[in-house]
């Protein structure tokens, strides 16, 4: 059993801290959320590390926009929706790509500066895309350069305070009201912050996998403190593998965006084949699910462990330019992007589904919000976009403040202690080291890009041998990040294991067919209320 608490703290025992809204995360949700506030609220800004840290840092694509005049909000909506599987919603998505453009309006009057051709904004195509609509940044540094803008305007608002180091235990709610957060500052001391209104930007789960593209801070916490204080958690078997990160000895998991196969790469087996037509008709464009279960397949049919990226035959002044980023970390391996083929395969990337919101970010508890990776908001359905994700944070960040400025003040007081476990005794350091891997090893066994009954049973009953965890005494981050990595786990599995066909981001290799008359709904998972289902009307697309 999940505990509503990790820890057993009186919170009217330790020091209060009150602010108008509390944002949790310094991606670009946090970040462009904060700033959006901070015209008419006093803000607190918490980062488990600094405003750097965060996968919005690592996004190399870049953002999608209509901003061309041979594309239009319908042609983006179309293909989200088709890409989505069935599951967007579409007043979401319609909601993404009519706002998205002042979004990108608003990124650059902060300061941002994408990139330019002939005096005009650069515009390059991705995977599943009917149109060249991504807009990037030193080509393919997007994310952070989107991060430097919004980090500097952030550490100058003088209605900005943050705490970097700082982590979010759990959340605080008090009749159905989240009313703040129990936070350890980066001594040991906790303290109760108290907000008129809770946003949780706090981004994905990669580490929930041994290999992943995401940075050491993405382990579900928003998901996990968002469940344990009975938020709908939705779709949380919708997880994105990317299909081309770099798979070298002595090279981490870098990842090789998805720009370059839109600008011609070419995905080749060990013996050199082009295989994609076997699998789509869009080739190396097909949507990110669809390419990594291609390139899984060519791996198990040619007994190796990657397969090759080829972008040579394009000019090496255009690769060097477009893909400054990627050609340096390559050449840093003795790998040449201009004339190597370069060794990829899948490895986690995105979480589609997450804490459950409305088309104003605000989740089933009153005063609680989510924005960008953490939330479902239902723009991504059951496989996201290419660079839709960016604009997801900053139209649903703009729209949050907009509904938290309507909110009544939160009355004054400090709630009561909340429940816990009793005789807790503490881990060793090591002991949560050697969990966590046990975890990523199950989670890679059991739910990665395949799956099926009997392997997602049985990473269930392996991960539910953890629970005792919960009754440890919790107090350093590794602590609170393995029980919600733990949390977010479980939640996984057991929608992965409920949904009986293959749809975008999960596939069954004993369910391969999507299924639309059993299957057209969402998975929704609330800690009260266990698992139930949400049927979508007149909502989804069929294929």
């Not at 991705?126 to 952070?144: F, K, M, V, Y």
């Not at 009313?179 to 990669?206: E, H, I, M, W």
């Not at 060990?270 to 097909?286: S, V």
């Not at 907009?402 to 350091?429: M, W």
Request: net charge negative; glycine share 8%.
């Amino acid at each position: 059993m999940i505990p509503r608490y990790l820890t057993d703290t009186d919170l009217t025992a330790i020091p209060h801290y009150k602010t108008d809204v509390i944002i949790i995360g310094a991606g670009i949700a946090g970040l462009f959320t904060a700033l959006q506030a901070s015209a008419s609220q006093r803000v607190l800004l918490i980062t488990k590390k600094s405003l750097l840290d965060s996968n919005t840092r690592y996004a190399q694509g870049g953002i999608a926009a209509v901003i061309s005049d041979e594309d239009s909000p319908e042609y983006h909506l179309q293909d989200t929706l088709v890409a989505g599987a069935g599951l967007c919603s579409r007043d979401a998505v319609d909601v993404l790509v009519h706002e998205g453009p002042q979004g990108v309006q608003d990124l650059i009057r902060m300061g941002t500066q994408f990139d330019l051709e002939n005096g005009e904004i650069a515009l390059t195509k991705e995977g599943a895309h009917s149109q060249r609509r991504i807009l990037h940044a030193n080509g393919d540094a997007t994310g952070a350069e989107i991060v430097r803008a919004l980090s500097e305007n952030t550490k100058n608002n003088p209605s900005i305070e943050i705490w970097d180091d700082h982590i979010v235990i759990d959340l605080i709610t008090v009749d159905g009201e989240c009313c703040g957060a129990l936070v350890q500052k980066p001594d040991g001391q906790r303290v109760y912050v108290q907000g008129n209104a809770t946003v949780l930007c706090t981004g994905g789960a990669g580490q929930l996998f041994r290999y992943t593209t995401n940075p050491d801070v993405a382990t579900g916490d928003g998901v996990a403190i968002a469940y344990r204080a009975g938020a709908d958690i939705r779709d949380m078997e919708f997880i994105q593998f990317h299909p081309t990160v770099l798979v070298y000895p002595g090279a981490p998991r870098f990842l090789i965006s998805e720009a370059v196969r839109g600008e011609g790469a070419y995905l080749r087996n060990i013996k050199g084949e082009r295989f994609m037509e076997k699998y789509h008709p869009q080739l190396e464009l097909a949507p990110r699910d669809v390419v990594a279960r291609a390139i899984v397949s060519e791996i198990e049919e040619t007994g190796s462990s990657f397969i090759y990226l080829d972008i040579t035959h394009e000019p090496e002044q255009m690769i060097r330019h477009r893909f400054p980023t990627i050609y340096e970390t390559c050449l840093s391996f003795g790998l040449d992007l201009t004339s190597d083929w370069i060794p990829v395969a899948p490895a986690a990337h995105y979480m589609m589904g997450g804490v459950k919101t409305d088309l104003h970010g605000e989740t089933n508890i009153k005063r609680l919000f989510a924005c960008g990776e953490v939330s479902s908001t239902g723009v991504h359905g059951a496989n996201r976009l290419a660079s839709n994700s960016l604009s997801e944070a900053i139209v649903f960040g703009r729209r949050i403040i907009d509904r938290i400025r309507t909110l009544a003040p939160l009355p004054n007081g400090v709630p009561q202690a909340g429940e816990g476990t009793s005789a807790r005794t503490e881990l060793p350091k090591q002991a949560m080291v050697e969990k966590k891997l046990k975890l990523q090893k199950v989670m890679v066994r059991y739910a990665g890009v395949r799956r099926d009954a009997a392997g997602l049973q049985r990473g269930l009953d392996e991960l539910k041998r953890h629970l005792p965890s919960f009754d440890s005494c919790l107090t350093r981050r590794e602590d609170y990040e393995f029980a919600n990595l733990l949390t977010c786990a479980l939640l996984t599995a057991e929608a992965a294991l409920r949904r009986e066909e293959s749809r975008g981001g999960h596939y069954r290799e004993d369910f391969p067919q999507r299924r639309d008359e059993q299957w057209l709904k969402h998975t929704v998972l609330n800690r009260e209320c266990g698992l139930t289902e949400e049927w979508i009307l007149n909502d989804g697309i069929k294929l």
